[in-house]
Nanobody, 119 residues
Framework: QVQVAESGGGSVQAGGSLRLSCVAS????????MYWYRQAPGKEREFVGG???????WNADSLKGRFTISQDNAKNTLYLQMNSLKPEDTAMYYC?????????????WGQGTQVTVSS
């Protein structure tokens, strides 16, 4: 059974940094892509960035320069390094994994990790 788990959230002051981790487990020998999304209270979930199954990195334009995506393939782990955090970055951060196995794609979401940035 595929599981996706985020960690690393917390409370920081504006200007601070956090690194989020997402670990996906329960599958082997499959193509996969991993992505970060976030959702602030009262707002729609928005794309933050990720790495697709071809190894291409995607980033939301509005977050370039402050947020960096990286991956450790050996550990099936995706990272989100967040610097110069702002109060508007406060949100629940979710990890999505898309896995291509046995001829089909399946999508799995983690439970999320909360990031709170105070001014």
């Amino acid at each position: 059974q595929v599981q996706v788990a985020e960690s690393g959230g917390g409370s920081v002051q504006a200007g601070g940094s956090l690194r989020l981790s997402c670990v996906a487990s329960g599958y082997t020998s499959c193509k996969y892509g991993m992505y970060w999304y976030r959702q602030a209270p009262g707002k729609e979930r928005e794309f933050v960035g990720g790495i697709d199954s071809n190894g291409r990195t995607w980033n939301a334009d509005s977050l370039k320069g402050r947020f960096t995506i990286s991956q450790d393939n050996a550990k099936n782990t995706l990272y989100l390094q967040m610097n110069s955090l702002k109060p508007e970055d406060t949100a629940m951060y979710y990890c999505k994994t898309e896995i291509y196995c046995s001829g089909s794609w399946r999508v799995y979401w983690g439970q999320g990790t909360q990031v709170t940035v105070s001014s």
